[in-house]
């Protein structure tokens, strides 16, 4: 029983329960996170969070699955895959990708909403798991996967320029990474797109939902050619597949990567990496932070120095309100 002066430390997953494909940003002194919602509504959850590992839901950023009509129907394994969330120009960006229909932005000036209704950026079938940048010219570019099963292709990321409102495209798309030219990699997908020292980086699980790892690919031109790293794997840990998400730095300097694991029935549940930059300018994840292999971390000490009172999203339902 560790004394109550001791340093806290919280324990993974930090959201034991179904919080699939997490997306977070830090404003301020407060993160925002969100996470795929597929055909249900009201759709796109977002948290709100103070110390990166005790999470209050802030609201919905989709109130119902669009078109009506097509949503009329029951579509199972539809609706929004997996989202980014950025925030730009004071304002919370949300681009989400629907299979079935293209890639949509919801926007709102807090995380709690109003936010606005879905405008189609990019139409088309099995475009998936899109993220924004911009850049520091002004300019602006989407990242995004493929879904075999709409578009007849996956394992490809591909980069179109946009508008920085995100209203529409600027220029034609580009296929900038291929997990055909790297042997045995494969189902490259759920890109997030940045850029830190003049480099861009795009982090991105391989591998499959439930034994893959995450890889981070870097290039001094947005357009590549990319280099590619693998940088958190399961290895001896218990955590299988430990992949996609976000890097957010907490206000201290220190960097953190969100994921999830695919816990089959239980869901995909959500843990917290301590993470940092290498001299080489490669990030490092998980135990390799502190020396040890790129695997999952189970426990650490939190970020904040506050102390983990919730594993999960759920509250009491005891009807009290």
Not at 153 to 172: Q, S, W
Not at 200 to 211: D, H, L, R, S
Not at 226 to 252: C, E, F, I, K
Request: glycine letters at 12%; charged letters at 20%; aromatic letters at 12%.
């Amino acid at each position: 029983m560790p004394h109550l002066d001791a340093e806290p430390r919280y324990r993974n997953p930090i959201i034991d329960a179904d919080f699939p494909d997490p997306d977070a940003v830090r404003v301020d002194d407060r993160y925002v996170m969100i996470a795929s919602s597929f055909n249900r509504a009201p759709g796109l959850p977002v948290y709100v969070s103070t110390d990166l590992i005790n999470w209050e839901r802030a609201g919905n950023a989709l109130a119902a699955n669009e078109p009506g009509d097509w949503f009329g129907l029951p579509r199972h394994g539809g609706g929004v895959w997996a989202p980014s969330i950025r925030h730009h120009d004071g304002t919370f960006c949300i681009v989400y990708p629907d299979p079935d229909q293209g890639i949509f932005v919801v926007t709102a000036t807090d995380p709690a909403g109003p936010w606005t209704a879905p405008h189609l950026l990019l139409e088309g079938l099995g475009l998936i798991d899109p993220c924004p940048l911009w850049d520091d010219d002004g300019s602006a570019y989407l990242v995004f996967g493929w879904a075999r099963s709409r578009a007849g292709r996956k394992n490809v990321l591909t980069l179109v320029p946009v508008d920085p409102e995100l209203r529409g495209t600027t220029g034609p798309a580009r296929d900038v990474i291929d997990g055909a030219d790297i042997d045995g990699w494969d189902t490259i997908e759920g890109p997030k797109l940045y850029k830190r020292d003049g480099w861009y980086y795009i982090f991105a699980p391989a591998g499959g939902v439930a034994t893959g790892w995450q890889a981070v690919f870097r290039s001094r031109d947005v357009y590549g050619p990319y280099s590619s790293r693998n940088v958190l794997a399961q290895g001896s840990a218990p955590v299988n597949g430990p992949h996609q998400g976000a890097w957010v730095t907490s206000p201290d300097g220190r960097d953190w990567f969100l994921h999830f694991q695919d816990r089959g029935p239980f869901g995909r549940v959500t843990h917290l990496q301590p993470m940092a930059w290498g001299d080489d300018g490669w990030p490092v994840m998980g135990q390799a932070v502190d020396g040890g292999p790129s695997e999952p971390v189970l426990t650490y000490p939190t970020p904040h120095g506050t102390r983990q009172t919730s594993r999960t999203i759920a509250r009491s339902d005891d009807f009290a309100d």
